[in-house]
């Protein structure tokens, strides 16, 4: 990414299904929010009237509802059990394949066609989830071509958040409300009493030329002000907060401490906190043959550290115990991630918080070791 222009342009809401148009002009297969089994998800969209009009969630320990509202907003929402990471780094995917032929095999690699994808309704937090992805697959020792193959064509349609949801934390975590970077096109929702628009701000040079086949013109002061107003307030309605003020020293210090064993007497040890999480990015390798011996395959799939086989090698598991497996959990995102790469694993979107469930609270479990000091 590249060009960030800082102007800021406006989008009238009759004019926003111009993008999509754009984007499929352009060869993009565009992704984007809508309502499924009771939940916004991310699937194929190609029209602004498939996005969840009207639609807002509520959100709490263990709990999610979809409930309409009078404001006809496209974006009142935050973000579901869905997260882009499936479109890069699916939950099941092939590696390379093996072939029998007479008394030889030979590989075939698994390639993935260069493929276009538009990501529309990208939320602040999330951007930094992609961010911390890519550090994990493309800027290490080794590159994984898989992702790298998936990533490298993806236009990124941000939208940031002005009505937080309740178990959201990215202000504490520096993620959001507002988009930094990452992104080629950000958009921000303003819905006054018979206006409807967006301020939109390009953040590459792909997201620039977008914005010119969209009907729209330069943003005046006062829509730059009634955007900026909007990400104020959001930030200060926040639902959660995490002190992270010498947190990852603190989870040190204490990684003995009895509470440990207290948060995972409530824990199922189910795994949904990483199945939802946008940042996690552990994976298992498995080998499939046919039956007659053919063919084989090589194929990974999302894995995660709260199962007993996460740990197992040569004979025993590390991590056989509840309470072992759920402190790796937080003390990845919270301590071993900062101290190997200087961020936290933890972007504050409170997908785990409100798909746990039993309504194991992050922030209230780090709150806890906080407190002790
Ligand atoms: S913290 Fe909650 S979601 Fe995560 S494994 Fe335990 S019970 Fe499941
Ligand atoms: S740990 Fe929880 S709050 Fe943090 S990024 Fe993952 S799902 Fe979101």
């Known amino acids: 990414m590249g060009n960030k222009d800082k102007s800021q342009s406006v989008i009238k809401r009759k004019d926003l299904q111009a993008l999509f148009d754009s984007?499929?002009?352009?060869?993009?297969?565009?992704?984007?929010?809508?309502?499924?089994?009771?939940?916004?998800?991310?699937?194929?969209?190609?029209?602004?009237?498939?996005?969840?009009?009207?639609?807002?969630?509520?959100?709490?320990?263990?709990?999610?509802?979809?409930?309409?509202?009078?404001?006809?907003?496209?974006?009142?929402?935050v973000v579901g059990p869905h997260t882009w990471k499936k479109y890069l780094y699916p939950s099941e995917s092939k590696l390379w394949e093996a072939k029998r032929s007479g008394h030889e095999f030979e590989i075939v690699a698994e390639v993935n066609q260069p493929y276009k994808q538009a990501f529309i309704g990208v939320r602040p937090c999330e951007l930094q989830a992609l961010a911390i992805q890519d550090k994990a697959f493309l800027e290490g020792e080794f590159t994984d071509v898989s992702y790298l193959q998936r990533r490298q064509n993806v236009f990124i349609v941000a939208v940031n958040c002005v009505q937080p949801g309740g178990t959201c934390f990215c202000?504490?975590?520096?993620?959001g409300p507002?988009?930094?970077?990452?992104?080629?096109?950000?958009?921000t929702e303003v819905v006054e009493p018979n206006k409807h628009y967006f301020v939109v701000e390009a953040g590459s040079s792909a997201g620039v030329k977008i914005l010119k086949e969209i009907p729209g013109?330069?943003?005046?002061?006062?829509?730059?002000?009634?955007?900026?107003?909007?990400?104020?307030?959001?930030?200060?309605?926040?639902?959660?907060?995490?002190d992270t003020d010498g947190l990852e020293k603190l989870l040190f210090k204490h990684i003995d401490h009895p509470h440990w064993n207290e948060i995972s007497s409530r824990c199922l040890t189910?795994?949904?906190?990483?199945?939802?999480?946008?940042?996690?990015?552990?994976?298992?390798?498995?080998?499939?043959?046919?039956?007659?011996?053919?063919?084989?395959?090589?194929?990974?799939?999302?894995?995660?550290?709260?199962?007993?086989?996460?740990?197992y090698i040569h004979g025993g598991s590390i991590r056989s115990g509840e309470t072992a497996r759920y402190r790796q959990w937080m003390m990845h995102?919270?301590?071993?991630?900062?101290?190997?790469?200087g961020t936290f694993g933890c972007v504050g979107c409170g997908r785990c918080i409100t798909w746990c469930p039993v309504g194991i609270d992050i922030t209230e479990e780090a709150g806890v070791f906080k407190r002790e000091g």
């Open 23 to 77: 984007l499929i002009k352009k060869g993009y297969s565009t992704y984007g929010p809508c309502v499924q089994d009771g939940a916004v998800v991310y699937d194929r969209i190609e029209s602004v009237s498939e996005l969840p009009i009207g639609w807002t969630d509520r959100q709490d320990n263990g709990n999610y509802r979809l409930t309409k509202t009078k404001e006809k907003r496209l974006f009142g929402f």
């Open 171 to 175: 202000s504490s975590m520096k993620t």
């Open 270 to 311: 189910c795994g949904n906190c990483t199945m939802v999480c946008p940042t996690c990015f552990c994976g298992n390798i498995e080998d499939v043959t046919d039956l007659t011996g053919q063919t084989a395959e090589r194929r990974r799939k999302w894995d995660t550290c709260f199962s007993v086989d996460f740990s």
């Open 217 to 242: 013109k330069a943003a005046g002061e006062k829509e730059v002000l009634a955007a900026k107003k909007a990400l104020r307030k959001a930030s200060s309605k926040m639902g959660r907060r995490l």
């Open 333 to 341: 995102k919270l301590a071993y991630w900062p101290e190997q790469f």
């Open 178 to 187: 507002k988009a930094s970077g990452g992104f080629d096109l950000a958009l």
